[in-house]
Antibody, heavy 115, light 108 residues
Framework: EVQLVESGGGLVQPGGSLRLSCAASGFTFSSYEMNWVRQAPGKGLEWVSY????????YYADSVKGRFTISRDNAKNSLYLQMNSLRAEDTAVYYC????????WGQGTLVTVSS | EIVMTQSPATLSVSPGERATLSCRASQSVSSNLAWYQQKPGQAPRLLIY???TRATGIPARFSGSGSGTEFTLTISSLQSEDFAVYYC??????????FGGGTKVEIK
């Protein structure tokens, strides 16, 4: 069974940092492209970042470029999102999702940016 | 950026009735379109990809159609568990995915 489990969310002050993790199981993680997608409270879905299966190709949404860093460790079946210089508008549930079609999603982890 | 526009924002339907949801792309996305269902407090679930292919385990009452810029998700006979928010997403311009604003299907 494919499983994606996010962790690392929490309350952080504006300007602060957090590192999200996504633990994958039930499939060959190293063969799949991965994404981070977020959803602000009561809002729709917003793509945040993409990483290729090898980690060699990376893209970011303009809203997070220069502040967020996506990475992966295929030996540990894990995906990461380092978030720096956080702003109030980054407050959202962050999901990891497999493949450009986002065929599997984790349960999400809530990031709240507030003083 | 490809903008995805969904209509209507809210659809009121009685159980057993048919629901038709629309999604329009600002430029052609070929058939690289997916539909998701999201219930409160849950992650989105993939229903349809390739505009018309049901994902694993999705009931046959869900069907997708369209190509280019106009797409439709049809739920042939609404069940109680189908009341949710539905999103379309294009992956033609991957990896820069874009989602529609969602259609909430509510009980009439």
């Amino acid at each position: 069974e494919v499983q994606l489990v996010e962790s690392g969310g929490g309350l952080v002050q504006p300007g602060g940092s957090l590192r999200l993790s996504c633990a994958a199981s039930g499939f060959t993680f190293s063969s799949y492209e991965m994404n981070w997608v977020r959803q602000a409270p009561g809002k729709g879905l917003e793509w945040v970042s993409y990483i290729s299966s090898s980690g060699s190709t990376i893209y970011y949404a303009d809203s997070v470029k220069g502040r967020f860093t996506i990475s992966r460790d295929n030996a540990k079946n894990s995906l990461y999102l380092q978030m720096n210089s956080l702003r109030a508008e980054d407050t959202a549930v962050y999901y990891c999702a497999r493949d450009p079609r986002c065929d599997y999603w984790g349960q999400g982890t809530l990031v709240t940016v507030s003083s | 950026e490809i903008v995805m526009t969904q209509s209507p924002a809210t659809l009121s339907v009685s159980p057993g009735e048919r629901a038709t949801l629309s999604c329009r792309a600002s430029q052609s996305v070929s058939s690289n379109l997916a539909w998701y269902q999201q219930k409160p407090g849950q992650a989105p679930r993939l229903l349809i990809y390739g505009a018309s292919t049901r994902a694993t385990g999705i009931p046959a009452r869900f069907s997708g159609s369209g190509s280019g810029t106009e797409f439709t998700l049809t739920i042939s006979s609404l069940q109680s568990e189908d009341f949710a928010v539905y999103y379309c997403q294009q992956y033609n311009n991957w990896p820069r995915l874009t989602f529609g604003g969602g259609t909430k299907v509510e009980i009439k």
